[in-house]
Structure formats: structure tokens, C-alpha cells
């Protein structure tokens, strides 16, 4: 695994070692940034910056299932402002500050160890923060918890109006085009792996 692009493009990212961690391969990260890249780019008002890459600036980011960090540090390393980052495993979570301290990003970066159900219910304070742009989820393959926690992060008022989140899910796991008020925009398939983009429903148009 390494950064893609931006301030430590090049950079090789550490997975945990003997965890239940798949991480996000290469490709599939490239492609899941290539679509929120063209989503953020096409909300952009006119008279803003032209090119793509300018959208990542200020935006603030939350990784739940955070495995390795790879998502969030590909976010900080694109521009964006800062993350929250939330994995349960006590050793997931050192090797994430690990990545954030080597590639120069841990200023703007918060790890939360805990897990995303006890994040979710406000005990680490993501609930009283301003929101987020970006919401990712890339949580245990076939986990049929999946849709609970969309549901969950619809009700929190957590991502921001014309925030987009993001579900890596295996094709086992089907999710509806409509969750409690948010609304899918664009799905893509890569083998076994799906990626599926949603925004509150009244900023889809």
C-alpha cells in the first residue's frame, strides 16, 4: 500500500500484522478517490478553482473502520483539513499512527480507538464536532451490521449538507439506493468489491 497522490505520494503505508484488516488495495482506493474527486468537483461553484485536485482543501474527513488509516491519509495527503479516525483494534491503532507520524500527518489527524458503535453514540465527542464533508466506511467484508450503521450516521447530522459518504462493500452485502434520507449517487463494481456513494437526499439534484 502506498499514498497515491498529493504532499506524500510515494509513501508506503504499514498494515497490522495477524488483525482481521483487509485493506484497501491500490486500484480500489484510486477509484473511490476518482469518484469523490469528480463528485466535489461538479458541486463546486463556477467561479472556484478549476482544477479537481483544489477540492480536497479545507474538508474534514471521518474514517470509521479505519483499518491501516490508508483513507483518511490519502484524504490529509490530498489537501483535506483534518480527520477523525476511528478503528477498535488497539493494534490497528498504532500502526495508524505510525502511517500518519512517517508521512507527516499526524497534526491532522485524531485516532479514536473504539469502536464505530460507541463512536456513533457521542463518547468521543464525534457527535458535538461540526460535521464532516466526507463520511468512509470500509467496514469487515460481509458484515450485515452495514445498513444499521448507515442508518445511524443519517440520524447523527454528522456529514455536512453536500457531504458525500462512502461504503466499501462486498456485492454479498446489497444496499438499497435510498437509506433513511440519504440517497445513492454513483455505484461501482471491481470484482467482488462495490463502492457506493451517497448524499442527503436534497442535495442530489
Same mark, same amino acid.
Given at each position: 500500500?502506498?499514498?497515491?497522490?498529493?504532499?506524500?505520494? *510515494?509513501?508506503?503505508? =504499514?498494515?497490522?500484522?495477524?488483525?482481521?484488516?483487509?485493506?484497501?488495495?491500490?486500484?480500489?482506493?484510486?477509484?473511490?478517490?476518482?469518484?469523490?474527486?469528480?463528485?466535489?468537483?461538479?458541486?463546486?461553484?463556477?467561479?472556484?478553482?478549476?482544477?479537481?485536485? *483544489?477540492?480536497?482543501?479545507?474538508?474534514?474527513?471521518?474514517?470509521?473502520?479505519?483499518?491501516?488509516?490508508?483513507?483518511?491519509?490519502?484524504?490529509? +495527503?490530498?489537501?483535506?483539513?483534518?480527520?477523525?479516525?476511528?478503528?477498535?483494534?488497539?493494534? %490497528?491503532?498504532?500502526?495508524?499512527?505510525?502511517?500518519?507520524?512517517?508521512?507527516?500527518?499526524? #497534526?491532522?489527524?485524531?485516532? =479514536?480507538?473504539?469502536?464505530?458503535?460507541? %463512536?456513533? #453514540?457521542?463518547?468521543?465527542?464525534?457527535? +458535538?464536532?461540526? *460535521?464532516?464533508?466526507?463520511?468512509?466506511?470500509?467496514?469487515?467484508? #460481509?458484515?450485515?451490521?452495514?445498513?444499521?450503521?448507515?442508518?445511524?450516521?443519517?440520524? +447523527?447530522?454528522?456529514?455536512?449538507?453536500?457531504?458525500?459518504?462512502?461504503?466499501?462493500?462486498?456485492?454479498?452485502?446489497?444496499?438499497?439506493?435510498?437509506?433513511?434520507?440519504?440517497?445513492?449517487?454513483?455505484?461501482?463494481?471491481?470484482?467482488?468489491?462495490?463502492? +457506493?456513494?451517497? %448524499?442527503?437526499?436534497?442535495?442530489?439534484?
Amino acid at each position: 500500500m502506498r499514498v497515491i497522490a498529493g504532499s506524500a505520494k *510515494g509513501r508506503p503505508l =504499514h498494515a497490522p500484522r495477524g488483525q482481521a484488516v483487509r485493506p484497501t488495495s491500490d486500484k480500489i482506493k484510486g477509484a473511490l478517490f476518482a469518484m469523490l474527486e469528480s463528485l466535489l468537483f461538479a458541486r463546486r461553484p463556477a467561479e472556484e478553482d478549476d482544477q479537481p485536485a *483544489g477540492v480536497w482543501q479545507g474538508l474534514r474527513w471521518l474514517d470509521l473502520y479505519a483499518g491501516s488509516g490508508a483513507l483518511a491519509i490519502e484524504a490529509l +495527503s490530498r489537501g483535506a483539513a483534518g480527520a477523525d479516525i476511528v478503528e477498535a483494534s488497539r493494534t %490497528a491503532c498504532q500502526v495508524i499512527k505510525r502511517n500518519l507520524a512517517e508521512t507527516g500527518l499526524q #497534526a491532522e489527524a485524531h485516532v =479514536h480507538c473504539q469502536t464505530v458503535q460507541v %463512536a456513533l #453514540a457521542g463518547e468521543s465527542g464525534l457527535l +458535538s464536532a461540526e *460535521g464532516y464533508d466526507i463520511i468512509a466506511l470500509d467496514p469487515p467484508y #460481509a458484515d450485515p451490521n452495514v445498513l444499521a450503521v448507515l442508518r445511524k450516521l443519517a440520524d +447523527s447530522r454528522l456529514l455536512r449538507r453536500g457531504g458525500l459518504l462512502a461504503v466499501e462493500h462486498s456485492r454479498r452485502v446489497g444496499l438499497p439506493d435510498n437509506v433513511a434520507g440519504l440517497a445513492r449517487l454513483r455505484e461501482r463494481v471491481h470484482g467482488d468489491t462495490v463502492i +457506493s456513494i451517497y %448524499a442527503a437526499e436534497e442535495a442530489t439534484g
